[in-house]
Nanobody, 115 residues
Framework: QVQLVESGGGLVQAGGSLRLSCAAS????????MGWYRQAPGKQRELVAV???????TYADSVKGRFTISRDNAKNTVNLQMNSLKPEDTAVYYC?????????WGQGTQVTVSS
């Protein structure tokens, strides 16, 4: 089992920045990919950014050049630096971890960007 705990959400004005962090615990040795998804009201959950164990990253087109995902293996954390935030980035952001047999989700953290 893997447990994920997010932190760092909040309210920010358009153009501002936020940093999300996710701490993993449990059978972390089995994780091969971690990342972030988000879900806005009335919309489906969508990928924001993920990072594999080897460091390869994937970003949604809508956040490329503005968001940066990073992983600290020593602290078992994955971070998402979000710059130049837009109102359309408003959503609940979920930390995600993938193992060979399971997918795990955090409880979610709200990010609200005001115009």
């Amino acid at each position: 089992q893997v447990q994920l705990v997010e932190s760092g959400g909040g309210l920010v004005q358009a153009g501002g920045s936020l940093r999300l962090s996710c701490a993993a615990s449990g059978t972390i040795f089995s994780i091969d990919l971690m990342g972030w998804y988000r879900q806005a009201p009335g919309k489906q959950r969508e990928l924001v950014a993920v990072i594999k164990n080897g460091g390869m990253t994937t970003y949604a087109d809508s956040v490329k050049g503005r968001f940066t995902i990073s992983r600290d293996n020593a602290k078992n954390t994955v971070n998402l630096q979000m710059n130049s935030l837009k109102p359309e980035d408003t959503a609940v952001y979920y930390c995600y971890a993938r193992t060979t047999y399971n997918n795990y989700w955090g409880q979610g953290t709200q990010v609200t960007v005001s115009s």
